[in-house]
């Protein structure tokens, strides 16, 4: 079982050095939200109210608004230096009370205790006395940079430490709204009712109680889920540096290709006309181009000697 605390409680002279373990578990099935057009988890980001911006984890900090808009900004060095300071002192039974004149809405959550190195003998000691005594233990500890009442007790031969409220952390039931005023009942009223809570009394049994809900939920979960209505989120694309380069590419040919068959189709008869107006422009510019050409001398006759 899971260690969640450690430190000693301690009544009188008597110290125990003991170990924390939760002693129950939420079971609700956690549901999960999914995206209804590609069945994809649902994000949940930290937005700055002012900036509009993601802000990471490192960029947080903790405050306490005194007044509507005005804060006090708490270091978390300071915290954890004042949360230091509380724990590492040790749990101190101050006072022992009878089980029965606690209200049980003052209870919050359990944690079974067991004893650490060393303290085995003191733990039986802190039990049996309290099995005894028929009273529970009264402590004050901090867990999670809270300070909490603690009840602290027998159960099924384990000392168990409950956490409390206190008082001022629960609402008063006065008020409460729409509670009725003591209406005058008939006898025969009365009468019924104590008859019907007689016929429903019974011994309490925990195991004969279960959650409907939760075991139902999980039969129409395993039914889908073995009939195949199941639904997977659609692959995020996620194209690597090859395929764009690729992309990139075959976008540029695309792009170049009319060009280059056009500038092949058209490429002969632009030289033509060049051609023609280079010929045209020598012609009107170049007096020499007027002249004829001069002909060419023809070679004189070679004459045959005879022997």
């Known amino acids: 079982m899971h260690t969640m605390w450690k430190g000693s409680i301690s009544f009188g002279l008597v110290n125990i050095p003991i170990k924390l373990h939760t002693a129950t578990e939420d079971k609700d099935i956690k549901l999960r939200t999914l995206h209804n057009k590609c069945h994809a988890p649902i994000k949940y980001e930290k937005i700055?109210?002012?900036?509009?911006?993601?802000?990471?984890?490192?960029?947080?900090?903790?405050a306490y608004e005194y007044t509507k808009g005005k804060f006090v900004v708490l270091d978390q060095e300071d915290l954890e230096k004042l949360r230091k300071e509380n724990e590492e002192k040790a749990v101190e039974i101050i006072d022992f009370v009878k089980m029965d004149e606690i209200d049980p809405i003052y209870f919050d959550r359990s944690y079974y205790m067991s004893p650490n190195e060393g303290g085995g003998k003191a733990y039986s000691l802190l039990r049996k006395?309290?099995?005894?005594?028929?009273?529970?233990?009264?402590?004050?500890?901090?867990?999670?940079?809270?300070?909490?009442?603690?009840?602290?007790?027998?159960?099924?031969?384990t000392l168990v430490m409950e956490t409390i409220h206190f008082?001022?952390?629960?609402?008063?039931?006065?008020?409460?709204?729409?509670?009725?005023?003591?209406?005058?009942?008939?006898d025969k009223e009365l009468d019924t009712a104590i008859m019907l809570i007689d016929q429903l009394t019974t011994e309490f049994?925990?195991?004969?109680?279960?959650?409907?809900?939760?075991?139902?939920?999980?039969?129409?979960?395993?039914?889908?889920?073995?009939g195949q209505e199941t639904v997977t989120p659609t692959a995020k694309e996620t194209p690597t540096n090859v395929t764009d380069l690729m992309a990139a590419l075959q976008a540029s040919i695309d792009r170049t290709k009319p060009r280059s068959q056009t500038a092949t189709r058209k490429e002969p008869s632009l030289k033509k006309e060049t051609g023609i107006k280079k010929e045209t422009v020598a012609t009107k510019k170049d007096p020499i181009a007027k002249k004829p050409a001069a002909p060419r001398k023809k070679a004189a006759p070679k004459v045959k000697k005879e022997a």
């Open 48 to 62: 700055c109210s002012v900036c509009e911006e993601e802000v990471k984890p490192d960029d947080i900090v903790k």
């Open 129 to 157: 006395a309290l099995q005894e005594s028929q009273k529970v233990g009264l402590a004050k500890i901090i867990i999670r940079s809270k300070e909490q009442m603690a009840v602290i007790r027998v159960y099924e031969n």
């Open 167 to 186: 008082p001022d952390e629960v609402r008063r039931a006065a008020d409460v709204p729409n509670v009725p005023a003591d209406d005058k009942v008939t």
């Open 205 to 226: 049994e925990p195991e004969k109680y279960t959650d409907e809900y939760r075991t139902a939920l999980l039969e129409l979960i395993e039914s889908k889920r073995t």
